[in-house]
């Protein structure tokens, strides 16, 4: 197996000098993983925690650490904003992922602050082949029809003749019923609805030594918690109301100029918007939005001498956030 999450660069998984954990597609496809928290959730040393009844918040922890110190990448880097990463891992579709790389421990020289208990990596999927396929899967909580949830998703796949142009996209659809488990009126899972689509397109040059990738990725969700759920959030006595629209781009240049020289430039960008609600008692006012823009832009090079490597590079980044709730007076 080849990884990259370790050093940055590609190398075999036996050589890294850091452990690293693989989950592939094919672990996945058998967890039966809708989301980025279903693939990752059976893996040693990393806990998937639902932090919230109403709503469903979840995080991972690594090492013990809370979520904000898991720093989450799509293809090394960091394009899930602070706001995108609330509710994040259950927003990114599994039909997307190749496989996913965990690394635990402090990767903040390679990878920035957010990374003090180590990073999960994303890899998406490049198809090997023209072709498609479609999913359809249903299940249920407590047994009961009324509780019944669905997914659906799909993707098509076209590789050129000369295998030097691929193009891959897909889209998902979730709906989770809400459920009460203790039967006291307020909902222990929330109810969920989830459309998400994306596109990756690799280009290969230069007789096969430049690359150029191009991804695309947009969702939206919708979330309820608490009780009246057929009401107005304002018309509950507790309700957890999220709507979240997110759209990323980003394209990558790789080159290899020699056996021992190759460099590697990224500019991302994802706007995230989000309008909410959280409030009891009926509280008219409890509503809130919030918008996120950010940017981000790496630049690597590697140096190649026997079984050394020096890597170096810049990175910069900015994230602009617009948080307004009047009924707590905060913006």
Partial sequence: DIVVTATRTSRRLDDVPVRTEVISRDL????????????????????????CQNCNFSQIRLLGLEGPYTQI?????????????????????????????VVKGGGSALYGPGSVGGVVNIIPREPPRSGGLFELRSDTFG????????????????????????????????????????????????RRALDSFGARLNRYQLGGRGKLTVDLLGLHEARRGGDRLDRVPHESQIAEWIDSRRLSLSATWFHSVSRRFDYRATASAADTHRDSYYGTGGDPDAYGETHSRLAVVDTQLNHYHGRHTLSWGAQGSGEALDDSQPAYDRR
């Fill in 143 to 190: 047994g009961q029809l009324a509780n019944a949830n669905w997914s659906a998703n799909g993707s098509a796949d076209w590789v050129a003749k000369d295998k030097q142009t691929l193009l891959t996209g897909f889209a998902q659809v979730d709906r989770v019923a809400p459920y009460d488990v203790d039967g006291d009126s307020f909902t222990e899972v929330s």
């Fill in 28 to 51: 996945m496809d058998r967890a039966g993983a809708r989301t980025l928290a279903d693939a990752v959730e059976y893996t040693t040393g990393v806990r998937v925690e639902n932090n």
């Fill in 73 to 101: 990448l799509v293809d090394g880097q960091p394009v899930v904003s602070s706001l995108a990463q609330v509710y994040g891992i259950e927003q990114i579709p599994a039909r997307m992922i190749e496989r996913v790389e």
